[in-house]
């Protein structure tokens, strides 16, 4: 009867894994399905100059987003894992957890507020190309801290950089000799997500940058716009930005399980 049991749970347990994994397959397999039903229009369409000129913006505006991320994130992430002092906890939070989960529209104004024409600095950064790579940088950069300061947890547990420093070597050198060289796949890790998020920023972008084909339009923008009357070009943007991440992710996936072999 325990036997019997048993195996219901586990039936129980795959049932619902299943259900879960055929929900998520099914939602991003879906936008190739419907493309098939208009294949020569959406095809055209990936040659259109308002769509290509919008994956390129979102590609450069994302590179250079990952690029601020690793400069700023991975010294962060040093600090998190290595020292303390008082109101860690609570800061870490704010600055990691909460931009991963903070409406993209509000982030949008708030940058508006901030670095738009009424800015206390004097600022205005509204409608340009920085205006892009601010909002994304706000809502991806996290993903590299996160992910860079756990493995930096794990190696300072080995007690190396102890070691190091008693040999004489000074913070700054065990910082660039031990833990980055030995943090280089998390590294990566964490800018192929902030990268992919960067992608699919939708809400800081569309207030902050606002919607300018061939200046400050990117895919998610162009897609929101687009999408209310469910047009072909919408179809093809969404392919185009989807597949680029998932290649992303995928690649860097495969990369990393032959490194670690």
Request: charged share 15%.
């Amino acid at each position: 009867m325990r036997q019997l049991g048993s195996k219901k749970l586990i039936f129980i347990l795959y049932f619902l894994a299943g259900c879960l994994l055929l929900f998520l397959v099914t939602t991003i397999l879906f936008q190739y399905y419907a493309a098939l039903g208009s294949l020569d229009k959406v095809l055209a369409a990936f040659a259109n100059d308002r769509i290509l000129s919008a994956l390129w913006l979102s590609i450069t505006s994302s590179i250079a987003t990952t690029i601020f991320a690793i400069i700023f994130g991975v010294p962060l992430a040093y600090v998190f894992a290595m020292k303390q002092f008082r109101g860690k906890i609570p800061l870490e939070t704010i600055v990691v957890d909460v931009p991963q989960t903070f409406p993209p529209v509000a982030e949008g104004m708030i940058f508006l507020l901030m670095l738009g024409p009424t800015s206390p600095f004097h600022i205005n950064l509204t409608f340009t190309f920085a205006a892009l790579v601010i909002a994304k940088f706000f809502i991806s950069a996290p993903f590299v801290v996160s992910t860079v300061t756990r493995r930096f947890r794990d190696i300072d547990k080995t007690g190396v950089g102890l070691t190091a420093r008693s040999l004489g070597a000074n913070p700054f050198q065990v910082f660039t000799t031990i833990f980055i060289p030995m943090s280089l796949i998390e590294i990566a890790a964490g800018a192929t997500l902030c990268w992919s998020r960067a992608m699919g920023e939708l809400g800081g972008s569309l207030i902050f940058a606002g919607v300018i084909p061939f200046k400050t339009e990117v895919l998610p923008t162009f897609i929101a716009l687009d999408a209310k009357t469910l047009t072909t070009e919408a179809l093809a943007a969404t392919i185009l930005g989807t597949t680029a991440s998932i290649l992303a992710l995928v690649t860097f996936k495969k990369l990393t399980l032959k490194e670690e072999k």
